[in-house]
């Protein structure tokens, strides 16, 4: 199963509270810490976080550089916990724009987590969905496309997911938007949503538990006509 997730809300969560935007920032990297366990308590597969949209450069650069910070002291202090529980970190996006220091523990923490073989957490950071699909378009130019699988790992190398991942089964959003926000266009074509009002800092394990139950009743058809238990008696006979 692969669950992405938008986290929205870190700002207004700290004005509501008189606090500077940075406190937000900071109580989000702790909701972050307790989705990951609770995704591996949950036998997720894959889960993708949304940290930093490529459109979040027209913030302010003090901002920029306090998140970028914040992203940093998050793989310092969250590499060697997630090699105990073999859970393998990963940074999708751009990376030309990033700092030294950020990239170098970024490469530092997928090496080391490299053979986890349990939950897959991938950090968007610097995201571009389209710029994504037009990267992995590029690619293709000297290669005859032959069958999906092999644009699925052009996709994957523009991203730098390492390894691909598969669709997204539930995206779910914080944060009272309805959208997606160029996060994850072609691995979403099916996903199911769940939209919350909550802001992200306050978004728990026992709200992730339930957006994993209201997940597990819908009947998802990919297009196809609903399955029907008894088929005898679809229709009535005349």
């Known amino acids: 199963m692969h669950i992405a997730i938008i ?7 700290a004005t509501e509270r008189n606090l500077p935007r940075l406190a937000g920032h900071r109580a989000g990297a702790r909701a972050v810490e307790t989705v990951v366990r609770s995704a591996a308590q949950h036998g997720v597969d894959t889960l993708t976080l949304y940290a930093f949209s490529s459109d979040n450069w027209h913030r302010p650069r003090h901002e920029v550089e306090a998140l970028f910070g914040l992203l940093r002291r998050y793989l310092i202090t969250e590499t060697e916990r997630c090699r105990a529980q073999s859970i393998r970190l990963n940074v999708i996006g751009h990376r030309a724009r990033l700092g030294a ?3 170098c523990q970024i490469e530092r923490s997928e090496r080391l987590t490299a053979n986890c073989t349990g939950l897959h957490v991938r950090l968007a950071i610097d995201y571009s969905s389209r710029q994504m699909l ?3 378009g590029r690619l293709l130019r000297d290669a005859p496309l032959q069958d999906m699988s092999q644009y699925l790992s052009y996709l994957a190398q523009a991203e730098h997911s390492q390894p691909a991942a598969p669709e997204v089964d539930l995206l779910i959003r914080t944060g009272g938007e309805r959208r997606l926000s160029d996060f994850l266009l072609w ?3 099916y996903a199911e949503l769940h939209f919350l009002d909550c ?3 306050d978004f728990d ?6 957006a994993l139950a209201e997940y597990s009743k819908r009947q998802r ?3 196809r006509l609903p399955v029907v238990e008894n088929p005898g008696a679809e229709m009535p006979c005349l």
């Open 7 to 13: 986290m929205d809300g870190n700002g207004r969560w």
């Open 101 to 103: 220091p950020l990239l």
């Open 134 to 136: 037009i990267q992995a």
């Open 187 to 189: 691995e979403c074509a």
């Open 199 to 201: 802001l992200w800092p």
């Open 205 to 210: 394990a026992a709200r992730f538990s339930d």
């Open 221 to 223: 058809r990919f297009g």
